[in-house]
């Protein structure tokens, strides 16, 4: 359970041997749950939106356009983080920015609402700026409330995701039907209402996160007093090992996400043309399935949070972590090549079940990966531009989703198992390059694990 404790700033040897976790916790995990139940609920239909006949309501866009603007929208949404982390260090701090985000954001998806065509281009526009401004500093925040070398820290990130992916999962069931199977613009406008919600209680809990802000602030006046600038790249030769660090696992990220996030666009295609609709003879729409990886992320957050404390000492390397999630989002992509092999030979909707197993496998790789990323580059990140680096670490996601885009534009026009096939090896060989480098990134992080 998350419940009070005392301000992190002690010794870590005291705050080590806590077992409950800093108040501050619930209110941005419940801050993240509507922030993701807007963007995931929006993002799960936004595909089949652009593409579905305009007789629907929809757009009536090819393929190959829907997942061009697909991949620069996501990309640009998460590439927008980096600005976030600037203008929060450096102008309005996590709090206010991530406060003006969570407005900006409510206003996209208000706008999307709309029918007019301006009116989609404008509403995916806020929410890209919105995003920018808050997804790196609410997580910076998540890092403020423990300190560096806390045995919660992991734990707390993982709690943290769960928040994520309960957000996640209520999205596309909530919105995703109201959009397919009412109005498209009815579901955009829930997700509105949904960013709003989360707004009320990030302003209600705001105390503990304004304690925590300043936490930051004094820690980034102390770094800064120490060094002859405070500011640029005046960093040690420890800070430059552990930014290189970063960098590494940056491009590892960049592949898996490149591989995960084809969950809303080649994969959401799939479950739209090839794939069964129903469930012990209850027809769902295709949206929902994207409510399956967020379930999953859900029950196995616990379990691998969990894991990582009882392991203690034993506890694999971040690196070695980044390795076994290219492997398992590799692996995911084998097991769609004789889907999409049966779905087009045969001309038939396959069971759900393949896309199940494909999701799992992906899941259990984000655990080993997404949770453990953001906890390690707030770890690594010189406490000065932390919230550069964390919009730095987004990028990832930004490349990711780009490459996810530009992948959905061969749906119409590859064979889906040579689509699916290039897509697995591209992971397993990136797997394979991650495992060789565990112990040279390891020497670059230093006493970080």
């Given at each position: 359970?998350?419940?009070?404790?005392?301000?992190?700033?002690?010794?870590?040897?005291?705050?080590?041997?806590?077992?409950?976790?800093?108040?501050?916790?619930?209110?941005l995990f419940f801050t993240e749950m509507w922030e993701r139940f807007?963007?995931?609920?929006?993002?799960?239909?936004?595909?089949?939106?652009?593409?579905?006949?305009?007789?629907?309501?929809?757009?009536?866009?090819?393929?190959?356009?829907?997942?061009?603007?697909?991949?620069?929208?996501?990309?640009?949404?998460?590439?927008?983080?980096?600005?976030?982390?600037?203008?929060?260090?450096?102008?309005?701090?996590?709090?206010?920015?991530?406060?003006?985000?969570?407005?900006?954001?409510?206003?996209g998806h208000f706008t999307l609402a709309f029918k007019a065509l301006?009116?989609?281009?404008?509403?995916?526009?806020?929410?890209?700026?919105?995003?920018?401004?808050?997804?790196?500093?609410?997580?910076?925040?998540?890092?403020?409330?423990?300190?560096?070398?806390?045995?919660?820290?992991?734990?707390?990130?993982?709690?943290?995701?769960?928040?994520?992916?309960?957000?996640?999962?209520?999205?596309?069931?909530?919105?995703?039907?109201?959009?397919?199977?009412?109005?498209?613009?009815?579901?955009?406008?829930?997700?509105?209402?949904?960013?709003?919600?989360?707004?009320?209680?990030?302003?209600?809990?705001?105390?503990?996160?304004?304690?925590?802000?300043s936490r930051i602030k004094a820690v980034k006046a102390d770094t800064?007093?120490?060094?002859?600038?405070?500011?640029?790249?005046?960093?040690?030769?420890?800070?430059?090992?552990?930014?290189?660090?970063?960098?590494?696992?940056?491009?590892?990220?960049?592949?898996?996400?490149?591989?995960?996030?084809?969950?809303?666009?080649?994969?959401?295609?799939?479950?739209?043309?090839?794939?069964?609709?129903?469930?012990?003879?209850?027809?769902?729409?295709?949206?929902?399935?994207?409510?399956?990886?967020?379930?999953?992320?859900?029950?196995?957050?616990?379990?691998?949070?969990?894991?990582?404390?009882?392991?203690?000492?034993?506890?694999?390397?971040?690196?070695?972590?980044?390795?076994?999630?290219?492997?398992?989002?590799?692996?995911?992509?084998?097991?769609?090549?004789?889907?999409?092999?049966?779905?087009?030979?045969?001309?038939?909707?396959?069971?759900?079940?393949?896309?199940?197993?494909?999701?799992?496998?992906?899941?259990?790789?984000?655990?080993?990966?997404?949770?453990?990323?953001?906890?390690?580059?707030?770890?690594?990140?010189?406490?000065?531009?932390?919230?550069?680096?964390?919009?730095?670490?987004?990028?990832?996601?930004?490349?990711?989703?780009?490459?996810?885009?530009?992948?959905?534009?061969?749906?119409?026009?590859?064979?889906?198992?040579?689509?699916?096939?290039?897509?697995?090896?591209?992971?397993?060989?990136?797997?394979?390059?991650?495992?060789?480098?565990?112990?040279?990134?390891?020497?670059?992080?230093?006493?970080?694990?």
């Open positions: 359970m998350i419940r009070p404790n005392t301000p992190v700033g002690g010794s870590t040897a005291g705050v080590s041997r806590q077992t409950s976790h800093p108040r501050g916790l619930s209110t807007s963007y995931y609920g929006m993002r799960a239909f936004l595909i089949l939106y652009m593409t579905r006949p305009e007789s629907t309501g929809a757009l009536g866009m090819s393929d190959a356009d829907a997942a061009s603007i697909y991949g620069t929208y996501t990309g640009s949404v998460w590439t927008a983080t980096i600005f976030g982390g600037i203008i929060a260090d450096r102008l309005l701090g996590q709090y206010r920015s991530v406060l003006l985000g969570g407005i900006i954001i409510a206003l301006s009116a989609f281009y404008a509403g995916l526009a806020l929410i890209v700026i919105g995003t920018g401004l808050l997804k790196p500093n609410v997580s910076t925040l998540v890092g403020s409330l423990y300190d560096k070398n806390d045995d919660r820290r992991d734990a707390g990130f993982s709690i943290f995701y769960m928040g994520i992916n309960l957000g996640a999962f209520l999205g596309p069931l909530i919105a995703g039907y109201l959009a397919e199977k009412v109005d498209w613009h009815i579901g955009f406008a829930a997700a509105g209402i949904g960013m709003t919600l989360g707004l009320l209680q990030y302003i209600i809990g705001r105390r503990p996160l304004k304690e925590a802000e800064s007093g120490q060094s002859s600038s405070g500011t640029g790249l005046n960093f040690s030769s420890a800070e430059w090992r552990r930014i290189a660090a970063i960098v590494v696992l940056f491009a590892a990220a960049s592949v898996f996400w490149g591989a995960y996030e084809q969950g809303g666009s080649t994969l959401t295609l799939f479950a739209d043309r090839f794939t069964q609709l129903s469930v012990f003879g209850m027809a769902f729409p295709a949206s929902w399935f994207q409510s399956l990886p967020a379930i999953l992320v859900f029950i196995l957050a616990p379990i691998f949070a969990w894991l990582w404390l009882r392991l203690g000492p034993r506890n694999p390397s971040s690196p070695a972590k980044f390795a076994f999630g290219l492997l398992f989002v590799g692996l995911a992509f084998v097991v769609m090549v004789p889907a999409g092999t049966i779905a087009q030979t045969q001309g038939i909707r396959v069971t759900a079940l393949w896309l199940a197993t494909s999701y799992f496998l992906q899941v259990v790789g984000e655990m080993f990966l997404s949770p453990v990323g953001l906890s390690v580059v707030t770890k690594l990140s010189p406490l000065r531009i932390v919230g550069l680096m964390m919009g730095v670490w987004f990028l990832a996601t930004a490349v990711g989703n780009k490459l996810a885009g530009f992948a959905a534009g061969f749906f119409s026009s590859m064979p889906l198992p040579t689509l699916f096939g290039w897509v697995a090896v591209i992971a397993l060989v990136a797997a394979v390059l991650m495992f060789l480098l565990v112990k040279p990134v390891r020497k670059l992080m230093g006493d970080v694990n």
